[in-house]
């Protein structure tokens, strides 16, 4: 099945750790971005990236970092430099030159700090 | 101003109810409008694209007013299963891809 897979599902750090989230998608779309979602709260974006090997800050960048290596493939750390990391972490897509589509979302990651 | 705002709600209905959900957008270039449905602790969905001249999927029907610079979307008939939170999404103008804004979301609660 064509999609969006993000793991883990539920990720629980320790202060002062880094930790990385993963989504992988194999629908072929160019564009993948990263939104954080808390409680009552929208969607914010964190990064986006339009082409293997280019990625751009959204509005909350700070104490994050991403690469994208592959196309099918967008990874998200979320540094010690977060210090409010507790959240839903979703990602997304959406082909290429594609304004009038939506995106496809994962099933997000639920990360808490312990 | 908020790039896009909604009413958060709730909207407490009675089944069978119909309910309509309003939201604004402060660009006035902007292109493409969404409306999603988000289930609790569920990442958001697509429920229908917004047209200029209006468009309806079953019970469902999005109205967009570029001069208003105002989006609509009405539930006829609501079920129990429409209970979620409908997100008002805005598609700026600029180069392919640009990322989407989101409202922060209308919740809704169909009661029986």
Redo the contacts between chains.
């Keep these: 099945d064509g999609g969006i897979t993000q793991s883990p599902k539920y990720l629980f750090r320790k202060e002062g750790q880094n930790v990385t989230l993963s989504c992988e998608q194999n629908l072929n779309h ?2 993948m ?1 990263w ?1 954080r979602q808390d409680p ?4 914010r ?1 964190i990064y ?1 990236s ?1 082409i293997v090997n280019d990625f751009q800050k ?1 509005d909350i960048a700070e104490g994050y970092s991403v690469s994208r290596e592959k196309k099918e493939s967008f990874p998200l750390t979320v540094t010690s430099a977060q210090k409010n990391p507790t959240a ?1 972490y ?1 990602c997304a897509t ?1 082909p ?13 990651t ?1 990360l808490t700090v312990v | 101003r908020k790039e896009v705002e909604q009413d958060p709600g709730p909207f407490n209905v009675p089944e069978g109810a119909t309910v309509a959900f309003n939201c604004t957008y402060s660009n006035s270039a902007s292109q493409s409008f969404f409306w999603y449905r988000q289930d609790c602790r569920k990442e958001p969905k697509l429920l229908m694209s917004v047209y200029s001249s209006g468009n309806e999927d079953g019970r469902f029907t999005a109205q967009l007013n570029r001069a208003s610079q105002y989006i609509s979307l009405l539930i006829r008939d609501s079920k129990l299963s429409d209970s979620a939170t409908y997100l008002c999404v805005v598609s700026p103008i600029g180069a392919g891809n640009t990322p989407l804004v989101f409202g922060k979301g209308t919740r809704l609660s169909v009661i029986a």
């Design positions: 160019d564009a971005y939104y009552g709260q929208g969607l974006l986006y339009q959204g839903f979703l959406r290429e030159g594609a304004n009038n589509y939506g995106y496809t979302f994962g099933s997000g639920r």
